[in-house]
């Protein structure tokens, strides 16, 4: 299973970019995703994440306090992909961004793993 993040790229503040993540490979079930960020010089940190859901439940997010109402994650099971909408950027948001996923690849009883992709840069210019 690969993770491939593309969408990131230089921007004002006040500006907009959407990430996107394609999952590829051998997926039985994509469970919950999510979007990390590490800054220069910090550690990386949750931005976002989107559960699966259930049946009679749509998925639930969370989000980091510094990001509520700003940005927005979502995901297209079909397409195994999901997607962070950055508003209303500022400076600090500045950092590579990493796209993560629980996948289960063994089949419908089969415990999910762990992956990353290899990041993608946001920049946001004051």
């Known amino acids: 299973v690969q993770l491939q993040a593309s969408g990131g790229g230089l921007v004002q503040a006040g500006g907009s970019l959407r990430l996107s993540c394609k999952a590829s490979?051998?997926?039985?079930?994509?469970?919950?995703l999510g979007w990390y960020r590490q800054p220069p010089g910090k550690e990386r940190a949750l931005v976002a994440r989107?559960?699966?859901?259930?049946?009679?439940?749509?998925?639930?997010?969370d989000y980091a306090d510094s990001v509520k109402g700003r940005f927005t994650i979502s995901r297209d099971n079909a397409k195994n992909m999901w997607y962070l909408q950055m508003n209303r950027l500022k400076p600090e948001d500045t950092a590579v961004y990493y796209c993560?996923?629980?996948?289960?690849?063994?089949?419908?009883?089969?415990?999910?793993?762990?992956?990353w992709g290899k990041g993608t840069q946001v920049t946001v210019s004051s």
């Open positions: 989107i559960d699966s859901g259930t049946m009679i439940r749509p998925s639930s997010t």
């Open positions: 993560n996923a629980d996948i289960t690849t063994s089949g419908p009883y089969g415990y999910g793993t762990d992956y």
């Open positions: 490979g051998s997926i039985f079930r994509l469970n919950a």
